[in-house]
């Protein structure tokens, strides 16, 4: 059971804008910087938001990040089919010794 | 360019040991964290340890501790991830993944692994 809760799932139409949450508490997300990953179906996860709000290059700036105390969040703006995957956030706890996913949203365009 | 080449898919039977493999190609193989992550059937992502290659330094998740080892051969540029004993349960896709200043940069193309009598 991962310690970063995320909604199991999450819906626009396309060009609409879709919000996921990631909760955790002081121990992780209030204390380090929130990764997001996107997992396409059948690929491998991708780094998409490092830093709590830096894309990586050729991410685009549909794609944005947030945190604010113990909860990050993801935010797609002008929703486009091929942005239907899985979503993790994910930081770092334990002095840095150990990583944790979020529960992970998948996101469909209607 | 930087690359994890995983190997591949594997069928084995409880009771049997596995090791699969994660080879880095285009950097300093010795120079970045390369962590572990499991992906069981329709479910998310669990870290489950890292080791840095430059001096073996391992750290594990606690849900996996003890059930199995993380490795890495300097000479090869590959990280290793073990079982001893297989389960069932171990059936999943397993994801080797390099640490970079942003996070989790670059991933394999993942290794299916399947246990089954």
């Known amino acids: 059971q991962s310690v970063l809760t995320q909604p199991p799932s999450a819906s626009g139409a396309p060009g609409q804008r879709v919000t996921i949450s990631c909760s955790g508490s002081s121990s992780n997300i209030g204390s380090y910087a929130v990764n997001w990953y996107q997992q396409l179906p059948g690929t491998a996860p991708k780094l998409l938001i490092f830093g709590n709000d830096q894309r990586p290059s050729g991410v685009p700036d549909r794609f944005s990040g947030s945190k604010s105390g113990a909860s990050a969040s993801l935010a797609i703006s002008g929703l486009q089919s091929e942005d239907e995957a899985d979503y993790y956030c994910a930081t770092w706890y334990d002095s840095l010794n150990r990583y944790v996913f979020g529960t992970g949203t998948k996101v469909t365009v209607l | 360019e930087v690359q994890l080449v995983q190997s591949g898919a594997d069928v084995k039977k409880p009771g049997e040991s596995l090791r699969i493999s994660c080879q880095g190609f285009?950097?300093?193989?010795?120079?970045?964290?390369i962590a572990w992550v499991r992906q069981m059937p329709g479910k998310g992502l669990e870290w489950m340890g890292i080791i840095f290659p430059g001096d073996s330094d391992t750290r594990y998740s606690p849900s996996f501790q003890g059930q199995v080892t993380i490795s890495a051969d300097k000479s090869t540029n590959t990280a290793y991830l073990q079982w001893s004993t297989l389960e069932a349960s171990d059936s999943a896709i397993y994801y080797c993944a390099r640490l970079d200043s942003r996070g989790y940069g670059t991933w394999g193309q993942g290794t299916l692994v399947t246990v089954s009598s």
């Open positions: 285009g950097y300093s193989f010795t120079s970045n964290w």
